[in-house]
């Protein structure tokens, strides 16, 4: 029997009226009754005398009511403790930490959360490509990285956009595309897509495949091992190589003077990286503070001006 039929049973045993107990539950007054009709078919007897002048609690109903308040009771009491608990038990969210537009947004958002005494929140780098499992598994309440959405709603999880960073690409001074200003993801189909190794590439990797995919090729690919994020812009590129970075990433602006590389926009509106804070949908309540943190922080970001490449996601 659900909480609800018993609130409802409780303030028609105190009101002994159908048309003000309708009114104190904001119910139609058919609607109350045959909520009572349905509890006492459940139940198997009459709880409530009623005629056209009174209505009265039966013998079934007086015992019934006291215990409708007790389990009412007991099921607040517990409720407002489960929900102390969650609100004392730091929030576990893993993601993207080294992305610039990840720290600012979190970090942002941490001042939010910690001036509105909402729970902590605990941060760690995601160091695998089966991140997903972290949420299914409990090991995460919120993941801040990329994901293929279709896919999210079958396993039971939603998700908040968070940023959306165009494709740059970077490629040899010697290439045929260095003298070009931009390039559409068409004009590069015959070059060699370099492919890094690190947890954090990989899952970016996937981002980049599906556009290719999406445009009509499946990328050649060159797989580099030893590099992180840090060195990505120092990887030696060939003649026909290509390589993908998010257009946020700081280090692209002074490239100029340290390397012999060309860095092109890449016009096509899909060609993007997006990261998005996935959580599951049953657990909402919980992360909706840090969401709404996010977006704040977000909001602030994108209105100073001071996102760089970082533009509103869809």
């Known amino acids: 029997m659900e909480i609800s039929l018993?609130?409802?049973?409780?303030?028609?045993?105190?009101?002994?009226?159908?048309?003000?107990?309708?009114?104190?539950?904001?119910?139609?007054?058919?609607?109350?009754s045959k909520h009572i009709v349905a509890m006492e078919k459940e139940l198997g007897c009459s709880l409530l005398e009623r005629d056209r002048r009174r209505v009265e609690l039966t013998e079934a109903g007086n015992v019934f009511a006291a215990a409708a308040l007790q389990m009412v009771d007991t099921y607040d009491e517990a409720?407002?403790?489960?929900?102390?608990?969650?609100?004392?038990?730091?929030l576990k969210v893993n993601g993207i930490m080294s992305d610039s537009a990840i720290a600012s947004i979190?970090?942002?958002?941490?001042?939010?959360l910690d001036a509105e005494g909402e729970m902590p929140v605990l941060y760690n780098?995601?160091?695998?490509?089966n991140y997903l499992?972290?949420?299914?598994?409990?090991e995460?309440?919120?993941?801040?990285?990329?994901?293929?959405?279709?896919?999210?709603?079958?396993?039971g999880l939603a998700y908040a956009p968070?940023?959306?960073?165009?494709f740059v690409a970077m490629v040899s001074l010697d290439s045929p595309l260095a003298s070009l200003k931009s390039v559409s993801m068409d004009d590069l189909r015959n070059y060699r897509f370099v492919k890094f190794a690190d947890g954090y590439a990989l899952s970016g990797w996937a981002n980049i495949e599906r556009i290719c995919q999406e445009h009509g090729f499946t990328p050649r690919t060159r797989a580099v091992l030893g590099r992180t994020y840090m060195n990505y812009t120092a990887t030696p590129l060939g003649v026909e190589d290509v390589m993908i970075l998010q257009s946020s990433m700081p280090q692209l602006r002074y490239l100029a003077d340290f390397s012999h590389m060309s860095v092109l926009p890449v016009t096509d509106d899909d060609a993007a990286f997006r990261l998005y804070a996935i959580y599951k949908k049953d657990n909402y309540d919980r992360v909706r503070p840090a969401l709404d943190a996010y977006a704040r922080a977000r909001k602030i970001i994108l209105n100073h001006g001071k996102g760089g490449a970082l533009v509103e996601s869809e």
């Not at 780098?125 to 490509?129: K, L, M």
């Not at 499992?133 to 409990?138: A, D, I, K, R, T």
């Open 106 to 112: 979190t970090s942002i958002a941490a001042s939010f």
């Open 6 to 32: 018993l609130r409802e049973f409780i303030v028609l045993s105190q009101t002994l009226n159908y048309t003000k107990g309708a009114e104190m539950l904001h119910l139609t007054q058919p609607t109350l």
């Open 140 to 155: 995460a309440d919120i993941l801040l990285t990329y994901a293929e959405l279709e896919k999210l709603d079958d396993l």
């Open 79 to 90: 409720r407002d403790r489960v929900r102390e608990i969650q609100t004392h038990t730091p």
């Open 162 to 166: 968070l940023i959306r960073s165009p």
């Open 133 to 138: 499992e972290q949420l299914l598994e409990g």
């Open 125 to 129: 780098s995601i160091n695998d490509t």
